[in-house]
T-cell receptor, first 112, second 117 residues
């Protein structure tokens, strides 16, 4: 079983839709949770960084962490064609330092 | 966030040759850098952790004699793929750790696409 599970998609939505991306994990030691956006043939770009449980909002993006369920989400409101990319969740624990464990990534297409 | 560059952005080489990829931290001094490999439609797999002035720490299953890492300065880490073979063709990405805490944000370079013929 993978430590981090993420539905690879692909996910296709119309412009303006609310997008929900999710990851589950099995390692209860994970404390730091991140979402990265990766455009084709580019390096990942950090979108959201959260510590422990709770919500964090930044513009059209909201990250949620539910440690009791080992479940994290990223919501994108008013999705735009420029949001079309692969979204990767990543996480790490107190003892792993900055070593990240990534999900498989979800490929998102927002259609105009 | 931190700015990380990689060079070259893409490279094509013949089987059996060696290829060097550079990772530079442009706006801060990076004690630690990470090297990842990403195959098409797959996630990033950590290959090794590069520490300035010391030997790199390799992940299980990664051949340290094949993937040579040098982190000689606080702004530059290099990955050399020795005796490259077609199965080494992949997208190689580095990242730097920004901060001095126990856990710090990672910022990624743009990646280097290696094709071995």
């Amino acid at each position: 079983q993978k430590e981090v599970e993420q539905d690879p998609g692909p996910l296709s939505v119309p412009e303006g839709a609310i997008v929900s991306l999710n990851c589950t994990y099995s390692n209860s030691a994970f404390q730091y949770f991140m979402w990265y956006r990766q455009y084709s043939r580019k390096g990942p770009e950090l979108l959201m960084y959260t510590y422990s449980s709770g919500n964090k909002e930044d513009g059209r993006f909201t990250a949620q962490v539910d440690k009791s369920s080992k479940y994290i989400s990223l919501f994108i409101r008013d999705s735009q064609p420029s949001d079309s990319a692969t979204y990767l969740c990543a996480m790490s624990g107190e003892t792993s330092g900055s070593r990240l464990t990534f999900g498989e990534g979800t490929q998102l297409t927002v259609n105009p | 966030g931190a700015v990380v560059s990689q060079h070259p952005s893409w490279v094509i080489c013949k089987s059996g040759t060696s290829v060097k990829i550079e990772c530079r931290s442009l706006d801060f001094q990076a004690t630690t850098m990470f090297w990842y490999r990403q195959f098409p439609k797959q996630s990033l797999m950590l290959m090794a952790t590069s520490n300035e002035g010391s030997k790199a720490t390799y992940e299980q299953g990664v051949e340290k004699d094949k993937f040579l890492i040098n982190h000689a300065s606080l702004t530059l880490s290099t990955l050399t793929v020795t005796s490259a073979h077609p199965e080494d063709s992949s997208f190689y990405i580095c990242s730097t750790e920004a901060g001095q805490g126990v856990h710090n944000e990672q910022f990624f370079g743009p990646g280097t696409r290696l094709t071995v013929l």
